[in-house]
């Protein structure tokens, strides 16, 4: 009797730990391949790209490599001199239209005073379209001083944003091109996640659901949300060839791999001590219905 005990309780010990054993499997399995997680996330910042407004050589940079600027703060400046010449020029050419437009418009003045039997009306007329005229190119001085003004103001390069500048390659002497980035400042308020989640685990997150992110090499976890889910990816099997034809792959994987759709994670809050750098790894993990 004793003996039979003691093997039901043997038995009983070992079926306890493989049930145990089972439910314990299960829910690991539904974590890891159910659940909407990825291991592929990366911090991403919007990086604006600076590019002098005019052209000219540069005549100093105000910034360092990596340093944190404010907006408005000067990046660097270029040569003035041509700009204020220009401006000169546009500022004397305004007091020539605007003295003409003087002469004309005092001239239009008296021939409309005047009475028929002195002057025709077709001189009239013509004094007041010389007039109207007269106006219209002070207008376009007046446009010119302005916009060589403008471009004297634009010599000195600066930061829409506040951020980190980053590659910065401009050296004093080099010329600048208009329109062509000198350096690149990364926005401190744009920071966000990019996880790229398998297919079939997209239809389990809504915009809203709560987020986790654990950045690799850090034990904090960041509060998100999502943001939006991306409607469109490469179809690399079937792109399109210089006749706008489908040029649809022969060949077919028989072991396929999920596609990988990119979900916008928005971070909630960020601690003060955390030092985010776009292009960092990390993990996501969505909370499906919890802010619902």
Not at 270 to 275: A, I, M, S, W
């Amino acid at each position: 009797m004793k003996e039979l005990s003691r093997r039901f309780i043997r038995i009983s010990i070992t079926m306890t730990f493989v049930i145990a054993a089972l439910i314990l499997g299960r829910l690991l399995w539904v974590r890891y391949m159910d659940s909407p997680w990825t291991r592929d996330g990366r911090v991403r910042a919007d990086v604006v790209n600076i590019a002098p407004d005019v052209a000219g050589l540069v005549t100093s940079v105000m910034v360092k490599d990596n340093q944190f600027v404010h907006r408005g703060d000067s990046l660097f400046s270029i040569d003035a001199e041509h700009y204020r010449h220009a401006l000169a020029l546009a500022e004397a050419q305004l007091q020539e239209s605007r003295a003409f437009l003087d002469m004309k418009t005092r001239e239009a003045s008296r021939r409309a005073a005047l009475d028929d039997k002195v002057i025709s009306r077709e001189s009239r007329e013509d004094a007041g379209l010389q007039a109207a005229r007269a106006r219209a190119q002070y207008a376009a001085a007046l446009a010119r001083r302005d916009q060589a003004k403008l471009d004297l103001e634009r010599t000195a390069v600066r930061s829409p944003v506040d951020g980190w500048v980053s590659n910065l390659l401009v050296r004093p002497g080099n010329f600048a091109h208009i329109g062509t980035p000198e350096l690149a400042v990364i926005d401190r308020n744009s920071f966000w996640v990019y996880g790229y989640f398998e297919e079939n685990k997209i239809a389990l997150m809504h915009p809203g659901d709560p987020a986790e992110i654990r950045l690799l090499g850090s034990n904090k976890p960041l509060p998100g949300h999502v943001e939006s889910i991306a409607r469109g990816i490469t179809d690399r099997d079937n792109p399109t060839d210089v006749r706008l034809l489908a040029n649809v792959n022969p060949s077919f994987n028989w072991v396929r791999l999920a596609q990988r759709v990119p979900v916008r994670i928005s971070l909630d809050s960020l601690p003060k001590d955390l030092q985010l750098v776009a292009g960092m790894t990390c993990t996501v993990i969505v909370h499906p219905g919890a802010g619902h």
